[in-house]
């Protein structure tokens, strides 16, 4: 059973305009999500986190917002760049217990940023 | 400083052929993990480690051994291999206490 869950394939959009990549988790444990970007041949590389006692980290045209009673974040990036073009993984953790540092991936979204 | 590396990059194998793949980290991570990633399905844990010495089976740990050789090294192998197995595998590492996973560049395997 999916814990982490990126419910939107794909994504298009105009370059300059706003991306929102959203991400749903079912596991209330879960304490620390993490959004992760991947280009074709490439490994995931990390873009961008938040803890479960913020609700919005921003980190230049990067934004997580988490909504915690509704068990959701989303990935804002403004203005959106034809090098953003890539899949976007949002990863969660529960960083307490045995399972320290192990991560659930959803299964990804595929954003296309047209000139 | 190389961060994660795998080898291969490529691998044709034919069923029931064995291989190891070979995953190496230089940051002095304590965890390593390994994934399989293929179309639709994102990133699904095969095995982890969480420190030298230890092992522990992931979402889909089934045809599939590992080997933590050392701090550095983690290797994964197919005793025999099969088509559902064709896949790109990544490999990655955290330092104890973060959660940023670092990955490798992946191995892209085709079984037939």
């Known amino acids: 059973d999916q814990q982490v869950k990126q419910n939107s394939p794909s994504l298009s959009v105009q370059e300059g305009r706003i991306s929102i990549l959203n991400c749903d988790y079912t596991?209330?444990?879960?304490?620390?999500f993490l959004w992760y970007k991947k280009y074709p041949a490439e490994g995931p590389t990390f873009l961008i986190s938040?803890?479960?006692?913020?609700d919005k980290n921003e980190d230049g045209r990067f934004t997580v917002f988490l909504n915690k009673s509704a068990k959701h974040l989303s990935l804002h990036i403004v203005p959106s760049q034809p090098g953003d073009s890539a899949v976007y993984f949002c990863?969660?953790?529960?960083?307490?217990?045995?399972?320290?540092?192990?991560?659930?991936f959803g299964r990804g979204t595929q954003l296309t940023v047209w000139p | 400083n190389a961060g994660v590396t795998q080898t291969p990059k490529f691998q044709v194998l034919k069923t029931g052929q064995s291989m190891t793949l070979q995953c190496a980290q230089d940051?002095?991570?304590?965890?390593m993990y390994w994934y399989r990633q293929d179309p639709g399905m994102g990133l699904r844990l095969i095995y982890y480690?969480?420190?030298?010495?230890?092992?522990d089976k992931g979402e889909v740990p089934n045809g599939y051994n590992v080997s933590r050789l050392n701090k550095r090294e983690f290797s994964l192998r197919l005793e025999s291999a099969a088509p559902s197995q064709t896949s790109v595998y990544f490999c990655?590492?955290?330092?104890?206490?973060?959660?940023?996973?670092?990955f490798g560049p992946g191995t892209r395997l085709t079984v037939l």
């Open positions: 990863a969660a953790s529960a960083r307490r217990g045995s399972t320290l540092g192990r991560l659930y």
């Open positions: 596991n209330s444990m879960f304490d620390y």
């Open positions: 938040i803890s479960s006692i913020k």
């Open positions: 940051m002095n991570h304590n965890s």
């Open positions: 480690s969480a420190s030298e010495g230890t092992t």
């Open positions: 990655a590492s955290i330092l104890h206490g973060l959660n940023e996973q670092f």
